[in-house]
Structure formats: structure tokens, C-alpha cells
């Protein structure tokens, strides 16, 4: 008959837009957080991280296996933004891979990049962004946000909800 993979419900990922500290520049002025999208289970679980590394004019995109962002010592802030199907990540990952860096203008970085990766969810099959999203507000959102580690014992389906802010 019927294996149970058919009664299995399709697995939901959540994404996460995490913020690291990156200290402070020779003359002693604080540096842009690095951010990087990250597709996991649940924050205690590892996941993919999906960034832009590099400076001008190396930037490059490369996703990172393996990370667990709760264990970063520079972790600063993060976001839930949504959840994608693992059916789906790789629709995902192509947008992400199509995204282009900008290795010429100067004030172009890592945020920016991520900016664009998640305009370029909206409205994909599979993806489901908060309700809301405001994407001109993506950077004082996650400045608002902790560094998720209040919530170590969230259900992968659980989070706060950022986005339906009447702002």
C-alpha cells in the first residue's frame, strides 16, 4: 500500500537574518555588522548560512554548511523573516546564487546583499515571508531584534513576529 514518506508532511525551514559584530576599524569606529541569511530547522540546530564575504572589490556570494548560530561569540542580533520548504531550498539558493554583488560602489556591503536575496523570495512557491515585510525597514528591524539565544528552547515553529509592527 501507501509507505509512510506519503502521509509525511513536508518539511518547514525557517529563515533567519543573522548580524554579527565585527569590532571596530583602526580608527577606532564601529564596523558594519556582517549579516548573513540563514536557513536551518531551528536556531539550536545547524543550518546554511548564506552570505556575501570579502570586502571591495572581492566581494563574493558563498553559502556555509554547518553553522550554528547560536554558538557564535559575535552573533549581535537575529531575525526571523520566514520559512521555506526543504523541497524548495534550492529554488532558494538559486535566487541567492543570482543575487549580484557590487565590487564598485563603496557603500554597497554584506546587508545590501542580503536585502536584495530576500526581495527576491517574495512571492516564491514554497516560501513564505512574514506577513508584513517591510523591506526598507530590514536594518532597524534586526538592530531591534536579540541574539536569539532568550529563546533556545523555541519549537522550530515558534518565533517572534517583527514584521506586523504598524509602522
Given at each position: 500500500?501507501?509507505?509512510?514518506?506519503?502521509?509525511?508532511?513536508?518539511?518547514?525551514?525557517?529563515?533567519?537574518?543573522?548580524?554579527?559584530?565585527?569590532?571596530?576599524?583602526?580608527?577606532?569606529?564601529?564596523?558594519?555588522?556582517?549579516?548573513?541569511?540563514?536557513?536551518?530547522?531551528?536556531?539550536?540546530?545547524a543550518g546554511t548560512a548564506h552570505h556575501v564575504?570579502?570586502?571591495?572589490?572581492?566581494?563574493?556570494?558563498?553559502?556555509?554548511?554547518?553553522?550554528?548560530?547560536?554558538?557564535?561569540?559575535?552573533?549581535?542580533?537575529?531575525?526571523?523573516?520566514?520559512?521555506?520548504?526543504?523541497?524548495?531550498?534550492?529554488?532558494?539558493?538559486?535566487?541567492?546564487?543570482?543575487?549580484?554583488?557590487?565590487?564598485?560602489?563603496?557603500?554597497?556591503?554584506?546587508?545590501?546583499?542580503?536585502?536584495?536575496?530576500?526581495?527576491?523570495?517574495?512571492?516564491?512557491?514554497?516560501?513564505?515571508?512574514?506577513?508584513?515585510?517591510?523591506?526598507e525597514k530590514l536594518r532597524e528591524l534586526v538592530?531591534?531584534?536579540?541574539?536569539?539565544?532568550?529563546?533556545?528552547?523555541?519549537?522550530?515553529d515558534s518565533y517572534v513576529n517583527f514584521f506586523?509592527?504598524?509602522?
Amino acid at each position: 500500500m501507501f509507505g509512510l514518506n506519503f502521509f509525511k508532511r513536508p518539511q518547514a525551514l525557517q529563515i533567519y537574518i543573522a548580524a554579527y559584530d565585527r569590532g571596530l576599524d583602526a580608527a577606532g569606529n564601529q564596523k558594519p555588522d556582517h549579516w548573513a541569511i540563514i536557513i536551518t530547522k531551528s536556531l539550536s540546530h545547524a543550518g546554511t548560512a548564506h552570505h556575501v564575504i570579502h570586502g571591495h572589490p572581492l566581494f563574493e556570494y558563498r553559502p556555509r554548511d554547518d553553522v550554528y548560530v547560536l554558538k557564535s561569540q559575535s552573533l549581535a542580533h537575529v531575525l526571523h523573516v520566514g520559512k521555506v520548504y526543504e523541497k524548495d531550498v534550492k529554488k532558494v539558493e538559486d535566487i541567492f546564487e543570482k543575487v549580484q554583488v557590487n565590487n564598485v560602489d563603496k557603500e554597497w556591503n554584506c546587508q545590501n546583499w542580503v536585502i536584495e536575496a530576500i526581495m527576491g523570495c517574495i512571492g516564491v512557491s514554497g516560501v513564505s515571508l512574514e506577513k508584513g515585510i517591510k523591506v526598507e525597514k530590514l536594518r532597524e528591524l534586526v538592530k531591534a531584534a536579540s541574539d536569539g539565544r532568550d529563546i533556545l528552547n523555541e519549537r522550530s515553529d515558534s518565533y517572534v513576529n517583527f514584521f506586523n509592527s504598524k509602522d
